[in-house]
């Protein structure tokens, strides 16, 4: 009885643990405060090779010590908003329910127009659209005779 009590103490506190691990993130403003471990990593990855930045461009450190949750950097500010607009731009135009969807299923991300650069690069050329000049009318009044 004392052994399967003392087992389930330390199950329980094992899980209890682990559970913390993938929850104790501080100070997310655009991810839910329940969001896994892994696709936040996987995200963070992403942001660096779409950016083609490391860690340090929107995270605090001093040496080996990292404060993630410190918002020292504005970068990690500008992130956050460029997130937001992703994520509004995934919804509302492309249709994307963004509690459900797949990485593969979102038609935009960073690397739509950063390209590996840490400033978005959007040549013409790739939109396959120019600006075109505004023709000046040969006759401004049009019918109207003063």
């Not at 990593?41 to 605090?60: E, N």
Request: overall charge neutral.
């Amino acid at each position: 009885m004392i052994l399967t009590l003392l087992l389930s103490v330390t199950t329980f506190s094992i899980v209890a643990r682990n559970k913390r691990k993938d929850n104790d993130f501080k100070n997310l403003k655009v991810y839910p405060v329940d969001v896994p471990h892994e696709k936040l990593d996987r995200d963070m990855d992403l942001f660096s090779r779409a950016l083609g930045v490391d860690c340090g461009f929107c995270h605090y450190h001093e040496g080996d010590n990292w404060d993630f949750a410190s918002d020292k950097k504005g970068h990690k500010e500008d992130a956050r908003r460029m997130m937001r607009m992703t994520n509004d731009l995934n919804e509302k135009y492309f249709g994307a329910n963004l509690k459900t969807a797949k990485d593969s299923d979102l038609a935009m991300n960073c690397y739509t127009c950063h390209r590996g650069e840490e400033m978005p690069i959007i040549p013409w050329d790739t939109l396959n659209v120019k600006p075109k000049p505004i023709p000046v009318p040969t006759n401004p009044w049009g019918n109207y005779k003063q």
